[in-house]
């Protein structure tokens, strides 16, 4: 069973998964920019991957090009379940 | 004229541990890297030099190589800014295999948890060009680069076409070498049903008792410049490229050509190419695999190729030491051919005690000996054959 798309559950999710991108966890805000964290398009495919299979939730590719923040990030999830 | 090749970089991760020179002096002091039947690197940490992204956007064949492009590079004083427009630098890591770790990891994922949960770093990493497009990457060389997949022949092959990149005035300079990293169950099986591993876990090429080659991984990188502007630069050159044949037995997937026709044609390219011949030869590292056909056919060759001078020719295989490299052993052995060159030593061939009938050159058995090269040149051979029939020879002299 997917988990319930909240803000908070998802954004616990996706700050979780940054570090392991190489992205310092001190950083890791809704408002920090993935330039700044150094997460590229091939990680946000990971993290796309992470999201689906935590929430049911799929990004596609259009959908990536427009995040720019973790906040974005977040924001999509949460619009695409509802 | 041709342009000259200057090396003016080492760099190598064998299971002899880190370092172009660490091989080298741990080879020459009769050292094995071979553990449990395999030449594991087992001083390799990811983690000492590369970042939490570096290190998982990278095989391990890829990581061998990065490390081996840091030593190389900082050696020729390339560390913050490589001596030429970056365009005119080129890469060439070439591997036999590449990613089959991630390969068969990914492969565990499709079949357990589905096509979903396949990572989209897969390709990225699994790629035989991975290593060529990272050291590439991080060093900012923005001339050619690609990777030969030509088994265990790839880095002969990668250094010999880097060669040819910079005396045709493609390039200035060329970041070359290889990298393997198979020592995954899958290439265990695979190799073992072919019957060319060593039910023993013993590599002693040339050696009667031999039974098939020893599994290894590692990397070695090259940096070659031309030359002239090499000097102009100030650079400490180490060693010389001067030439290169490459041939192909046309005969059969694995098996060598039991005559050796196409390996002696390469090592007489290779000379020719270098403008040299068979007596300017000083040492000859053996492909030398300690498979049974292989150390016969490449005697065979060895004797075509360079006549009535290989009688006082040493030739020695680096394998006796750290295992089969696969597509990493021709730059790993070029790389331990040019500081023995350098040293004026030739390197032992370990392990080989009973010599078989019709194996009758100077192989070195055992223990390292001074070249007694008598103010000569020191010109050195470097064979590397591979699956598929492909023999690439280079031919080096120390500087």
């Known amino acids: 069973m997917a988990t319930a798309v909240t803000p908070e559950a998802v954004e ?10 190489g992205a310092e966890p001190g950083e890791i805000t ?3 920019t993935f330039e700044d964290l150094d997460v590229d398009s091939l990680d946000l495919a990971e993290l796309s991957q992470i999201i689906e299979d935590e929430f049911g939730v799929q990004l ?22 509802g | 004229m041709k342009r000259e090749i200057a090396v003016t970089g080492l760099g190598a991760v064998t299971p002899l541990g880190i370092g172009a020179r660490t091989l080298h002096e741990r080879w020459i002091a009769g050292t094995s890297g071979i ?3 395999e030449g594991t690197c087992s ?16 095989d391990r064949f890829t990581q061998f190589a990065l490390v081996a492009s840091d030593e190389a590079l900082k050696e020729a004083g390339w560390e913050d800014e490589g001596p030429y427009d970056p365009k005119r630098i080129g890469c060439i890591v070439g591997t036999g295999i590449g990613g089959i770790d991630t ?4 492969h565990q994922v499709l079949l357990e948890q589905g096509a979903k949960k396949v990572s989209p770093l897969s390709i990225p990493l699994m790629m035989g060009n991975a290593a060529a497009g990272a050291v590439s990457m991080r060093h900012g060389l923005r001339g050619p680069s690609f990777a030969p997949v030509s088994a265990c022949s790839a880095g002969a092959h990668s250094i010999g076409e880097a060669m040819e990149l910079i005396e045709y005035g493609r390039a200035d300079a060329v970041v070359a070498g290889s990298s393997e990293a198979a020592l995954v169950p899958l290439a265990r099986a695979a190799f073992g049903a072919l019957d060319a591993m060593s039910d023993l876990g013993i590599s002693r090429p040339f050696d009667a008792r031999r039974d098939g080659f020893v ?5 070695a990188i090259l940096v070659l410049e031309e030359a002239e502007q090499a000097r102009a630069r100030g650079a400490n050159i180490l060693a010389y490229v001067r030439g290169y044949g490459a041939t192909s037995d046309a005969y059969h997937l694995t098996a060598p050509d039991s005559a050796g026709a196409g390996a002696a044609e390469a090592m007489r390219i290779a000379l020719a190419d270098a403008g040299l011949a068979p007596e300017d030869v000083v040492y000859v590292n053996a492909h030398g695999t300690s498979t049974p056909l292989n150390d016969r056919a490449e005697t065979l060759a060895i004797k075509a190729a360079l006549g009535d001078a290989v009688r006082s020719i040493p030739v020695s295989s680096t394998k006796s030491a750290i295992g089969h490299l696969l597509g990493a052993a021709g730059s790993v052995e070029a790389v331990a051919t040019i500081l023995a060159l350098r040293d004026r030593i030739a390197p032992p061939t370990l392990g080989l005690e009973q010599p078989e009938e019709g194996l009758d050159l100077d192989y070195v058995p055992g223990k390292a000996r001074p070249l007694d090269i008598d103010g000569k040149p ?5 064979n590397a054959f591979g699956f598929g029939g492909h023999n690439a020879v280079l031919c080096l002299e120390a500087a």
């Open chain 1, 12 to 21: 616990k999710v996706v700050f979780d998964a940054l570090p392991q991108f």
């Open chain 1, 30 to 32: 809704r408002e920090a």
């Open chain 1, 60 to 81: 596609k590719g259009d959908d990536i090009g427009k995040i720019k923040t973790v906040g974005d990030a977040v924001d999509m999830v949460v619009s695409r379940a």
């Open chain 2, 35 to 37: 553990e449990d039947g």
């Open chain 2, 43 to 58: 001083e390799f940490d990811p983690t000492a030099y590369l970042s939490v992204k570096e290190a998982r956007r990278s």
């Open chain 2, 103 to 106: 390969l068969t990891r990914s």
């Open chain 2, 215 to 219: 599994m290894g991984e590692g990397a």
């Open chain 2, 378 to 382: 020191a010109v050195g051979l470097s």
